[in-house]
């Protein structure tokens, strides 16, 4: 089949397909050439990240479009639902990138607590004269040992962030469509060993958590799952986690709580308004920020691709 791996296909996944027998191109195409691209080339395949949008002109514009592939787990550029009405298939790689976005989080959560993100910012320019005051500054930092995390999506990405809050010692519940106990399969040198995760409604774990981190998709209507009612009702000086999409949390709310001091910290990988986030929020003392990169390790990017390159076989055998 021809494939347009527009957002790109790591090596490994690349060669797979190759060695299939599939023609593949890798060049970027803007959107204003892509359908006359994908027509005039018979492009069978589409892949995609986040960065190509596939949204109802383009598939009404490829008649003979028969799948679209997102490498990821997030599928909000893509017109799912209506693509799917009119015969094209349309697939996610969830599996692949877990552990790489729940070790970002973990990171953000260990800058937060000691404090890393802003000493980080501001040792270069006054650790020389301020050493003494910075160090009184940053001087009442927390351990993550004995907090309780509210993982809020209870899917691949979020039992992986509770497997490595388990090992530093965290107390863990969860949010998912029903309450209950999970029992999560947890890998320790070696062993494997069952632990129950509380599954509460998404009140109780905001209400009672002293970190909480999100990992669920943005909501249909475009509007935020945590704005400034859920805010107000977290214990004071909570941490909150995102990385799953910018639209999840109101940001202007999110703004007045870290300003009051109702939020502690915010550790952020994703924004409203991407690929220009607001000055407003990546120029907070108490934001921690990356620029979208929690897949963007090269494990999960070579596992991407050969889950990719075993989706399209499973379409091609077809």
């Known amino acids: 089949m021809n494939i347009l791996a527009n957002d790109g296909v790591s090596p490994a996944g690349l060669t797979a397909l190759k060695n299939a027998g599939h023609t593949v191109w890798t060049d970027f195409i803007e959107a204003r050439d892509l359908a006359t691209f994908i027509n005039e080339h018979a492009v069978d395949g589409l892949l995609v990240r986040s960065a190509t949008k596939v949204r109802e002109p383009l598939i009404d514009a490829c ?9 990821g787990v997030g599928m909000d550029n893509i017109d799912v639902a209506y693509a799917r009405e009119r015969g094209v298939d349309v697939r996610n790689t969830p599996a692949s990138s877990s552990q790489s976005v729940a070790e970002l989080v973990m990171g953000h959560l260990f800058n937060l607590s000691r404090f890393l993100h802003d000493s980080n910012r501001r040792m270069p320019v006054e650790g020389v004269e301020q050493f003494k005051s910075l ?40 949010v998912d469509q029903k309450t209950g ?26 209400s009672t958590a002293d970190a909480i981190s999100l990992h669920i998709p943005a909501q249909p209507n475009g509007d935020a799952v ?13 941490i909150l986690l995102n990385a799953a999409r910018g639209g999840v949390v109101d ?9 009051s ?8 990988d994703v924004f409203v308004g991407e690929p220009k986030p607001r000055q407003e929020v990546v120029r907070h003392a108490r934001i921690s920020l990356s620029p979208h990169i929690g897949a963007a390790t090269g494990e999960a990017q070579e596992r991407i691709g050969l889950e990719i390159a075993s989706i399209v076989e499973e379409i091609s055998a077809k």
């Open 63 to 71: 008649p003979n479009l028969k799948f679209i592939i997102r490498g």
């Open 135 to 174: 160090k009184k500054a940053y001087g009442k930092g927390r351990e993550l040992r004995g907090m309780k995390l509210a993982i809020v999506g209870f899917g691949r990405i979020g039992q992986s962030l509770a497997q490595y809050a388990l090992g530093c010692g965290m107390d863990v519940i969860g």
């Open 181 to 206: 106990m999970h029992s999560l399969q947890v890998s320790i040198g070696g062993q494997q060993v069952r632990v129950d995760i509380p599954l509460v409604s998404l009140d109780e774990a905001i």
């Open 226 to 238: 945590i704005g400034a009612a859920e805010f107000a009702r977290m214990k004071t000086g909570v």
């Open 251 to 259: 940001e202007d709310a999110l703004i007045e709580a870290l300003d």
């Open 261 to 268: 001091g109702q939020v502690a910290g915010a550790g952020l």
